[in-house]
């Protein structure tokens, strides 16, 4: 995940079928075991993603901007949180996957093609 500057990885994107994912917000390496959002602000913000299932592949998504979590830590203990801007965001990225939504889904096809150009473009100057 850090050698490759991602944010998040859910177990299933390393075929391991565990309701689980890792996050790393700052300096903070948290795992979310049996993740869940129990509120989705009605505010929702528009930002540029990637996805390490999807190596170069950045296009703008649309999501809440605040989300009410919970999930188990690796004890068991329940947590509840609060998450705003990165984390909020991440959070849901990464919950998406393990409910078998991709961040391709999120978006239009048109938008999907146009990042993939885009991506090749980048390619090809390197």
Known sequence: MEDHGGVGLAAIQMNVSYRVFAMKI???VSFHYNPKVVHFSEEVLTFEEGCLSFPGL????KRPAHVEVEYQDRNGVV???QLTGLAARCFQHELDHLDGVC???RVS???LEMAKKKRLKRE???
């Open 26 to 28: 700052g300096s903070k």
């Open 58 to 61: 950045l296009f703008k998504v």
């Open 79 to 81: 947590h509840n949180e």
């Open 124 to 126: 090809r100057k390197n």
């Open 103 to 105: 961040f391709v889904d």
């Open 109 to 111: 096809k048109l938008t």
